[in-house]
């Protein structure tokens, strides 16, 4: 299969490069496949042209998996335009072109397509009601991706993710825990984490099961992070824990740490369908987080 990725240069684009120029590290056989990485230099999602020209100029693809997006919470206040066009305007072209191309389209989404105001886990069915300008244009993109794709997509909400690569929670963390003797961090903010490279072998394993390639499955959404349940606060006293930093946490409440975008307050998401259907392993996210800061101290 020649599979396109966009994203290249992000957190998840350079995670499932990582796992596929390295098979031995996943338990399935990628090699009969062909994958292409591209970045905003050869595809640029602002640009409605910019799509168009690089699909125009190259071969078909059997899957597309679209991890590039317009990631600057806070700053999506601001560039709503930018945000739009990122994540939804170019989602819906992108169906568009996975349709015509009878490509398979896998699309990553957000946990902040919800309002975090539930009390049980979410589950793919439940209602979404999004806070902030980023969360409302992704769902934005899920919406005209599943009404021109009704058929041979998927959408996967994640969250919290991190990875040895860009910028990202732990890294500021580990980095804030070296400079200072005492950190205030929130605490009535709760979600599952996601390290970056267990969402890719994730993605790769799907793209491997015989029922996914099935022609004309339908299009549906799936949650995947970590195990768990954390808060920011106990996410950030495990990263110091692992890297032996020695720097006190404190925690504060959301409203003690205004930001431009709201956040949703508990966005714990259920992720029994995909282990059901993909016969998923989900690890705990203490582990995967030892892995990550493991890897960075190399
Ligand atoms: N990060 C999180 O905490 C989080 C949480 C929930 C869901 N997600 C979703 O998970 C997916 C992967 O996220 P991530 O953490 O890997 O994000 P990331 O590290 O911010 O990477 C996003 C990538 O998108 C690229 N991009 C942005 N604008 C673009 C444009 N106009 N044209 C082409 N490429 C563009 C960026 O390119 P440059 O490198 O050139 O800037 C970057 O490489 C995204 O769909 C995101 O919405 C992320």
Redesign the pocket.
Known sequence: MRILV????????RSIHKLVNTDSKIDNNQSSNEFIFV??EE?????ESSISHYFDSNDRFDVII??????AVDKAEEEQELANQ??HL?VKQLAGIAKEQKAKLIH?????VFDGTGSKPYKETDKTNPINVYGKT?LAGEKALQEIMPTNAMII???????E??N?FVKTMLRLGKERDEINVVSDQIGSP?Y?TDLAKAILKIIDNRDYQDKDRATEIYHHSNKGEISWYDFTKEIFKLAKIDCKVSPITTEQYPTPAKRPRNTLMSKDKIIEEFSLEILDWKKSLETCITILKE
């Open positions: 966009t994203g290249k240069n992000g957190q998840l684009g970045g905003r595809l640029d999602l602002s640009n679209n991890c590039a997006a317009y990631t990122v994540n170019a990553i989404s957000t946990d902040y992704k909400r994640t969250s919290w993710v991190y990875s690569y860009g990202n996601t970056a």
